[in-house]
Structures are given as structure tokens and as C-alpha cells.
């Protein structure tokens, strides 16, 4: 189960795109590195876009770390990640999708 954080990036994106939530998470991860006074490295997980997602299941097979399911909803397939925290960030998902419905954004476990 992603945690809230990611709920809400996820959410930026659906709203106002990549651009958006890349933005939210810096400005927040920019608070914990001024708070521990380290720099920190940004990781990024898949991010499925259902409404686009035909459910075709080739990012399914190609995730090494088997994190991508399919699902129905209304009687319509869609891919979800269910654990991205386990995400390797190889991208496999992101190139098998022929429809370009999954793209990378940041993830905060």
C-alpha cells in the first residue's frame, strides 16, 4: 500500500501532471534535507495512468520485481503498481507499455 505521501504526489499528477508533483516533492524533501543537512536523492517509482491503461498486461510481464498487477474496475482492466516502494526503477514497465500510459515520478517510501 503506497504511503500518503505517494497518494498525494500520485494525486498531482492526475491534476496537474509530472511537472507538478516533481515540484511538491522537492519542496518537501527540501525540508528534510535542510533539516538534517544532507542532500537528498530523489527516487522515482512508475506511476499508471488507469484512464489510459488498456490493461493489455505487457507491463505485467516485464516488471522484474512482479509489483504490477492487473485489475478491473466498471468492467474495465487497468494495470496497478501494489508495493512501489519494491520498485527497482529499471523502467521495463515504462517501455513495455505501448500506449505510454506509465511514466516515472518521485516516490518518498
Do not use: W
Request: aromatic share 4%; with cysteine; glycine share 6%.
Amino acid at each position: 500500500m503506497p504511503s500518503n505521501l505517494s497518494k498525494e504526489l500520485y494525486s498531482a499528477v492526475e491534476a496537474g501532471g509530472e511537472e507538478q508533483a516533481t515540484q511538491a516533492y522537492m519542496a518537501i524533501r527540501r525540508g528534510a534535507r535542510d533539516a538534517a543537512n544532507e542532500p537528498i536523492q530523489p527516487k522515482v517509482a512508475p506511476f499508471i495512468d488507469t484512464k489510459r491503461c488498456s490493461g493489455c498486461g505487457r507491463c505485467v510481464a516485464a516488471c522484474p520485481e512482479r509489483i504490477i498487477t492487473l485489475e478491473t474496475e466498471n468492467h474495465r482492466k487497468h494495470a496497478i503498481i501494489t508495493e512501489p516502494q519494491q520498485c527497482s526503477n529499471c523502467g521495463a514497465c515504462v517501455t513495455a507499455c505501448p500506449i505510454e500510459a506509465i511514466s516515472s515520478v518521485p516516490f518518498s517510501p
